[in-house]
Nanobody, 123 residues
Framework: QVQLVESGGGLVQAGDSLRLSCAAS????????MGWFRQAPGKEREFVAA????????NYADSVKGRFTISRDNAKNTVYLQMNSLKPEDTAVYYC????????????????WGQGTQVIVSS
């Protein structure tokens, strides 16, 4: 069982940066692949980024590639999402998720989810 708590969301202007954090409980964090997803109003939840349990392998959605960076600190049981050059279309609730084993990009492939943190980017 893994419990996830996101933080770091807020209201920013276009072009600004934010860093989201996701703190995980449990002593097996380092064996879980982690992902960030987002859901905008009226839209389905979508993949943003994923990182392997070691941090050595990473995937990004095309829409955030070059602007967002996912990282993890296994000693702190925390995964991060650094978001730069934010755009209004990045406005969404951001969720972190965990799954044992290899990283995946599908929403249905993750077993544990946080409650989400709201990011609003004004133009």
């Amino acid at each position: 069982q893994v419990q996830l708590v996101e933080s770091g969301g807020g209201l920013v202007q276009a072009g600004d940066s934010l860093r989201l954090s996701c703190a995980a409980s449990g002593r097996t964090f380092s064996s879980y692949a982690m992902g960030w997803f987002r859901q905008a109003p009226g839209k389905e939840r979508e993949f943003v980024a994923a990182i392997s349990f070691s941090g050595g392998n990473i995937n990004y959605a095309d829409s955030v590639k070059g602007r967002f960076t996912i990282s993890r600190d296994n000693a702190k049981n925390t995964v991060y999402l650094q978001m730069n050059s934010l755009k209004p279309e990045d406005t969404a609730v951001y969720y972190c998720a965990a799954r044992p084993g290899v990283r995946k990009i599908g929403v249905d492939e993750y077993d544990y989810w946080g409650q989400g943190t709201q990011v609003i980017v004004s133009s």
